[in-house]
């Protein structure tokens, strides 16, 4: 069964310092989506993308985040200059359909991100 | 997108059927209802996704009365696998867009 994979699994990282999340989506998947989840709290809506650029946003994703599509298989979200409260479980989704009837989105098993 | 509500948290018994239900006062003519299951350092994981009646699969149903502003996700027979955090979500932009997840149902199976 195809799935969506994200590396690292696990990341530490030093506040101020640039981090890139990657993720590979299924493969005939057309839609990309970055959520957060901090430790106990619900699953935050980052940013979606499709067709090679952002379709929504959320406040949270100001502009210290950024996400691109590098090659046909990736799908990588930046955090330019982490800070204390990036901390959080960041997981990548993907689906295939196009948003007018509802649809499936398949998570990946999530980039836990700690910065100190 | 349509704002829902859940019950925090809902216990069961291994073999019992639980229903989780879900408010959603002001959905919308072309808005869907889906429900996603979290385990703990996890993803969240699809579960089912209905309009509007009763929808079914292999893991659970989905009961949507005529008006849609509620629904009710149905689980059979539960396990201790079971235990987890159950989302319902409102929009039609569960497919493509902006989704938004609400708090949750945490929901504990016994044995």
């Known amino acids: 069964e195809p799935e969506v994979t994200q590396t690292p699994s696990h990341q530490v990282t030093q506040m101020g310092q640039e981090v890139i999340l990657r993720c590979v989506p299924i493969?005939?998947?057309?839609?990309f989506y970055w959520y957060r989840q901090i430790l106990g709290q619900k699953v935050e809506f980052l940013v979606s993308?499709?067709?090679?650029?952002?379709?929504?946003k959320s406040e949270i994703f100001d502009d210290q985040f950024s996400v691109e599509r590098p090659d046909g298989s990736n799908f990588t979200l930046k955090i330019r200059s982490t800070k204390l409260e990036d901390s959080a479980m960041y997981f990548c989704?993907?689906?295939?359909?196009?948003?007018?009837?509802?649809?499936?989105?398949?998570f990946g098993p999530g980039t836990r991100l700690t910065v100190l | 997108l349509a704002k829902t509500t859940q019950p925090i948290s809902m216990d069961s018994y291994e073999g019992q059927e639980v229903n989780i239900t879900c408010s959603h006062n002001n959905i919308a003519t072309n808005d869907y209802i889906t429900w996603y299951q979290q385990f703990p350092s996890q993803g969240p994981r699809f579960i089912i996704q209905?309009?509007?009646t009763k929808v079914t699969n292999e893991v659970a149903s989905l009961f949507i009365p005529a008006d849609r502003k509620s629904s009710t996700l149905s689980l059979p027979r539960v396990s201790l696998s079971d235990t987890a955090v159950y989302y319902c979500l409102v929009g039609i932009s569960t497919g493509g867009f902006k989704t938004i997840f609400g708090a949750g149902t945490r929901l504990f199976v016994k044995a």
């Open positions: 493969s005939n998947h057309l839609y």
């Open positions: 209905g309009y509007k």
């Open positions: 993308f499709y067709n090679n650029e952002i379709s929504e």
């Open positions: 989704a993907s689906s295939d359909h196009d948003g007018t009837g509802g649809g499936e989105q398949f």
